[in-house]
């Protein structure tokens, strides 16, 4: 089945304690994508890449860092996670840029 | 960058109504997307329309682009109860491609 997963569904943590969110997608996609969503504020593009090896910043990419060393996977890292990163969290991929979003289900971080 | 903002907020009918969102934006576009999100869970894409198509149908959806207004709606006819949900658009500017999202239409049908 084609899909964009993503791993944990779920995650708290504490302050400064560093995490990676994972992305994975079987659809052989170019584009691959992160988005936090925060109430009122609508979804907001973190990371984005183009291809392999090939990332760029986003909206709002301050306290995160992206990879991407193979096409499939495109995890997000907080380095040093603080409470203003509490937020649900989406991975999307597409065939290339602009074309329909493929997204995951979602992970919900929560930062003590 | 802000360049969707969807109209309204959120919006109350009873099944059988027709519902209509709208989105407008700022830039020139390549295309402009329409997407669904159940509670919490990942947008699902539901339409595309390019920058040069003034009108598309896709079942029980109809969504419309006016350019020179830099503005689309989208038209959910017959609702049900299963369309609550957030629905959001996206527009990639022309000058640089990357999909920004909206804040969204939170549409909630009645039974």
């Known amino acids: 089945e084609a899909q964009v997963t993503q791993n944990p569904r779920y995650l708290i943590t504490v302050t400064g304690k560093k995490l990676t969110v994972t992305c994975s997608q079987n659809?052989?996609?170019?584009?691959m994508s992160w988005y936090r969503q925060d109430p009122g504020l609508g979804l907001r593009q973190i990371y984005y890449?183009?291809?392999?090896?090939?990332?760029d910043k986003g909206d709002v990419p301050e306290g995160y860092k992206v990879s991407r060393k193979e096409k499939r996977n495109f995890p997000l890292i907080l380095e040093s996670p603080s409470p203003n990163q509490t937020s649900l969290y989406f991975c999307?991929?597409?065939?290339?840029?602009?074309?329909?979003?493929?997204f995951g289900n979602g992970t919900r971080l929560t930062v003590t | 960058s802000q360049q969707g903002e969807e109209d309204p907020q959120a919006l109350s009918i009873q099944e059988g109504e027709n519902a209509t969102m709208n989105c407008s934006y700022k830039?020139?576009?390549?295309?402009l997307q329409w997407y669904r999100q159940n509670s919490g869970r990942g947008l699902v894409h539901l339409i595309l329309?390019?920058?040069?198509?003034r009108e598309k149908h896709s079942g029980r959806l109809r969504v419309t682009l006016d350019t020179s207004k830099k503005s689309s709606s989208l038209l959910i006819t017959a609702s049900r109860a299963a369309d609550t949900a957030s629905y959001f658009c996206?527009?990639?500017?022309?000058?640089?491609?990357?999909?920004?999202f909206g804040k969204g239409t939170k549409l909630s049908v009645k039974p």
């Open positions: 996206a527009t990639d500017a022309a000058s640089q491609g990357n999909l920004i």
């Open positions: 329309i390019r920058s040069n198509e």
């Open positions: 890449s183009m291809n392999v090896e090939v990332t």
């Open positions: 659809m052989n996609h170019e584009y």
């Open positions: 999307a991929s597409s065939l290339f840029l602009g074309s329909p979003l493929h």
């Open positions: 830039t020139s576009i390549n295309n």
